[in-house]
């Protein structure tokens, strides 16, 4: 199975990205950013997911702040915990004594070519992590990232949550030089679960019936949010390329993250063109392409992610 560590800021689709990873993937390690949260609370919520699978993964707190400027935090859909809609069990053991970007080094070291680097939140430790040690693109399999869109966003007209929580952080791991797959919330808003699933899932056992309270309140918060009426499982789709990648159509395209912009920080600006074999004239060339950008989900994919819950249930005493 590929050894998968989940940098993460769980975050209700967070834990749902916990549970696929470590249903269908070897999930070595999970490391915590700010985000849905403070660092602190979406670290206990991580505690308390490792305890709720009854695994013993490493986890490890990371930043709690982005390189530049102040954090944000999705408090108004999430919860006040980050993870309200469900008590999760007291964990019986704390994180790791060392910080994420540690976790990330040693483990990429061990599972040499072999680690995926899933991102689940804002990029600040990876890409410290990138910065203090060059070889981790050497070791890494891959990057794999939820964040961005190529429609609308979600914190400003045009940009998404993870992207615009950390910029720079962002942009310095698309352009890090490792084969990366992004999965963008114009992507990931048609892959939501709705009222049939939660009630499926509160069928269950008790892993099982805590995802589907927390996906009930994800989705009334999301309802009266954003108006949607499915609960997007936007995190679990960044695991999709390692897992079964027919279920998601990639593109391989240049991807940047716009810094500057007034109107548009944070933005994930995406070569969607396609241009012909002719002189250009007016038109700009293309950037290089550094990233695989998912265009199309199968439909078989929701369906799959609800099933590993219920499995990886079915697993636990
Ligand atoms: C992303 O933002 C967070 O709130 C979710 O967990 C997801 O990672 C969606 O924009
Ligand atoms: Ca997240």
């Known amino acids: 199975m590929t050894p998968v560590l989940l940098d993460c800021d769980p975050g209700h689709d967070d834990a749902v990205a916990m549970i696929y990873a470590a249903h269908h993937m070897n999930l070595v390690g999970v ?12 670290t206990n919520n991580a505690l308390g997911l490792r305890q709720l699978m009854q695994r013993d993964f490493p986890v490890a707190k990371g930043a709690g702040k982005p390189l530049v400027g102040e954090r944000i935090e999705a ?8 993870l309200d809609g469900a008590e999760l069990p007291t964990p019986d053991r704390g994180a790791e004594d060392m910080h994420a970007v540690e976790l990330i080094l040693r483990t990429a070291r061990a599972h040499r070519g072999e680690l995926v680097l899933a991102a689940t939140g804002a990029l600040t430790n990876v890409a410290l992590a990138l910065s203090v040690e060059p070889k981790l693109r050497e070791w890494l399999r891959g990057i794999t990232i939820m964040g961005g869109s190529t429609g609308s966003g979600n914190v400003t007209q045009c940009a998404e949550f993870n992207i615009y929580a950390d910029p720079e952080a962002a942009d310095a791991v698309l352009m890090a030089g490792v084969e990366t797959w992004l999965v ?4 990931t808003r048609r892959v939501g679960v709705g009222a049939a699933d939660i009630a499926r899932l509160r069928q269950g056992g008790r892993l099982a ?3 589907g309270d927390l996906l009930d309140f994800f989705l ?7 108006g949607i009426d ?3 499982l936007h995190d679990p789709c960044a695991l999709v390329p390692f897992i079964d990648p027919s279920l998601m159509e990639y593109r391989h395209t240049g991807v940047r993250v716009e810094l500057a912009g007034g109107l548009t920080r944070g933005m994930t600006v995406a070569e969607l063109r396609r241009l012909g074999n002719v002189p250009l004239g007016y038109m700009r060339p293309s ?4 990233v695989h950008l998912a265009r199309e989900p199968s439909p078989r994919l929701l ?10 249930d079915a697993t636990l005493t």
Not at 184 to 187: I, K, P
Not at 220 to 226: A, E, G, M, W, Y
Not at 287 to 290: K, T, V
Not at 303 to 312: E, G, N, R, S, W
Request: aromatic content about 4%; charged content about 15%.
């Open 303 to 312: 369906p799959h992610i609800v099933q590993a819950m219920l499995d990886f």
């Open 75 to 82: 408090g108004v859909v999430h919860g006040k915990t980050g």
């Open 220 to 226: 009334q918060s999301l309802k009266r949010v954003q």
């Open 31 to 42: 490391t915590t950013v700010f985000g849905n949260q403070s660092i602190d609370l979406v």
């Open 184 to 187: 963008g919330l114009d992507v």
């Open 209 to 211: 019936r805590t995802m």
């Open 230 to 232: 499915t609960a997007s």
């Open 287 to 290: 950037p290089p392409a550094n």
